[in-house]
């Protein structure tokens, strides 16, 4: 019963650092999302994949980059970690296309930049 | 700016109480989610509503989607302490897909 897997749960790093958050979905999904959520303003998209071989930015991409490696996973890199980063990071993958479809999310990654 | 902008951001009430949180905007959403989340995990879906006007009821929970498909509220009878979470509200917007919005969240808490 895993759906959304999200590695590692914590994080600390040093300014400038890299680092790479994994994701991967088992339930055939097409779609994946990546999220930061910060305090009093709800969760906010970084990048999108619509399907396998596509991604876009959302809301937020900038200082981010990512990679949809395959159907399953769905990586999120920061290339220079920056304080403003400090953040909780979420993973979601949406099933078939259609009004309403939930998206399925993991536990999050709570990732601090010293 | 929020583009829903969800209100109160923090309710705190005694156990049987009623509340009701609103989830509004000045865009129109092809549909609208309502999502809980529990500390330490992610949201989980509640409902989602399509049609303007939609009511749909979930036990003690009733969400409401508006006429004009704008706004979207949540009621919640006799709370009870298991309801305690963080509540979102997530839209659709007709041009964007799939692509959800989010709220800020409301933070209930209800106290025994």
């Known amino acids: 019963n895993a759906g959304v897997t999200q590695t590692p749960k914590f994080q600390v790093l040093k300014t400038g650092q890299s680092m790479t958050l994994q994701c991967a979905q088992d339930m055939n999904h097409n779609s994946m999302y990546w999220y930061r959520q910060d305090p009093g303003m709800g969760l906010r998209l970084i990048y999108y994949?619509?399907?396998?071989?596509?991604?876009d930015k959302g809301e937020v991409p900038n200082g981010y980059n990512v990679s949809r490696l395959n159907k399953r996973e769905f990586s999120l890199r920061l290339e220079s970690a920056a304080p403003s980063q400090t953040s909780v990071y979420f993973c979601a993958s949406r099933g078939f296309q259609g009004k309403g479809q939930p998206q399925h999310f993991g536990d999050g990654t709570r990732l601090s930049i010293l | 700016t929020q583009l829903l902008e969800q209100s109160p951001q923090f309710l705190s009430i005694q156990e049987g109480e009623n509340l009701t949180v609103y989830c509004n905007s000045s865009?129109?959403?092809?549909?609208l989610q309502w999502y809980r989340q529990e500390p330490g995990e992610g949201p989980v879906l509640l409902v989602t509503v399509v049609t303007g006007g939609e009511v749909k009821k979930l036990k003690r929970l009733t969400f409401q989607f508006g006429d004009a498909r704008k706004d979207s509220s949540l009621h919640i009878t006799a709370a009870q302490p298991g309801d305690t979470g963080l509540y979102l509200c997530a839209g659709v917007r007709e041009t964007s897909g799939s692509r959800l919005t989010f709220g800020e969240g409301t933070q209930l808490t209800v106290n025994p």
């Open positions: 865009s129109v959403f092809s549909s």
């Open positions: 994949s619509a399907s396998e071989g596509t991604t």
